[in-house]
């Protein structure tokens, strides 16, 4: 797929590229700018935590804004609505008045390991009852047009990969679109090492049924390696499309590309700007992405450590990208 050896990369038009969900990173503004700096194939929202009962509009439009545009960002990027929750009926109801408002498609949430979300029931503590999995995915499935796509992110399991192939089978029975695989465990959090090739059972498994890879995928060698070792030709990028937001731009391109320092600091500006007047929350927002941009800059380092007690706008605005 690639030759980094000569610099250049011949990708395979066929490969898939989406922005993963990030909650409290990953929200309407940031996906506007992410995914007008890199072609993303879609993107998926942050989840939405679904209890008992059918929300209102306004839940739906204030957390997915998109739904008012198509489903899509402002430079035409679909945004998949997610949805984490254990009741089967309340997560049907939720997710056919996502789409009824606008959703393009519904995404199920099954890999969060935050413990506020797992004591109810939801998320990555699903991972050990493959058939409320399928309960899950099944109804939400019935609950909306065949048209609609209707999809799962999971884990590899909660200790191990153990039940990884019984979870992937409830999905698939449950007529899911497709089935996103974070390669890591629960109990890992978001520590390494990803594990591709548990993903591969999955792709060998269910060869007709696409397998969407994710896991520390954050340059053309690692995806490389992510490709050989699971098998797959979708890919989800969370945090590294965060540090490098052209990362994907570049992957798609035939030649190497980054964008300049100035850029990138322009680019975090604008997420001020677009954020509105909640002062405290947006210098919080910007110093977040700023510093998980110090990975790639050594720029971003040092800006980093000039404003990371700032605690108003102007200050930032002050300083000299
Ligand atoms: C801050 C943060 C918030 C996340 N929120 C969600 C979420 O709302 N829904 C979800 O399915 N996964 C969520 N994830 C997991 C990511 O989508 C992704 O699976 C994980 O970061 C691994 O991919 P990466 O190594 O490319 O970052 C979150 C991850 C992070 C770091």
Redesign the pocket.
Same mark, same amino acid.
């Given at each position: 797929m690639f030759d980094v050896s000569r610099g250049t990369k011949s990708v395979d038009p066929s490969i898939e590229l989406v922005l $993963?969900?990030?909650? %409290?990173? =990953?929200d309407f503004f940031m996906r506007d700018i992410l995914t007008s700096l890199s072609p993303y194939d879609w993107c998926?929202?942050?989840?939405l935590r679904v209890t008992d009962h059918l929300y209102p509009a306004s839940v739906f439009h204030k957390h997915c804004p998109e739904i008012n545009t198509q489903g899509k960002t402002s430079a035409g990027t679909p945004v998949h609505l997610?949805l984490?929750g254990s009741d089967p009926s309340a997560m049907a109801d939720n997710a056919a008045k996502a789409v009824e408002l606008g959703a393009p498609a519904i995404?199920i @949430?099954f890999?969060?390991p935050a413990r506020t979300v797992n004591k109810s029931g939801g998320?990555a503590a699903l991972l050990n009852n493959a058939e409320l999995i399928h309960q899950i995915v099944a109804s939400v499935r019935r609950s909306v047009p065949k048209h609609i796509a209707v999809s799962a992110?999971i /884990?590899l399991g909660l200790e191990s990969s153990e039940e990884l192939l019984v979870n992937a089978e409830a999905i698939h029975e449950a007529s899911a679109s497709w089935l =996103?695989i974070?390669a /890591?465990t629960k109990s890992q959090g978001?520590r390494p090492p990803?594990d591709w090739r548990s993903i591969g059972q999955v792709v060998q498994r269910f060869p007709d049924w696409k397998i969407i890879a @994710? %896991?520390?995928?954050?340059s053309a060698a690692s995806l490389r390696q992510c490709q050989l070792e699971s098998g797959c030709s979708s890919f989800?990028? %969370? /945090? $590294? $499309?965060v540090s490098q937001p052209d990362l994907v731009a570049s992957l798609k391109s035939a030649i190497d590309t980054r964008m300049s320092w100035p850029e990138v600091g322009l680019a975090q500006l604008q997420l001020i700007q677009s954020m509105g007047d909640k002062e405290r929350g947006i210098v919080g927002r910007y110093k977040q992405w700023l510093s998980m941009t110090t990975s790639v800059y050594p720029e971003a380092h040092e800006r980093f450590q000039r404003l990371k007690r700032a605690n108003h706008i102007a200050e930032i605005l002050a300083d000299p990208i």
């Open positions: $993963a969900p990030m909650e %409290g990173l =990953t998926v929202s942050e989840f997610q984490l995404d @949430n890999g969060c998320g992110k /884990r =996103t974070h /890591r978001y990803v @994710n %896991g520390d995928i954050s989800m990028i %969370g /945090r $590294a $499309a």
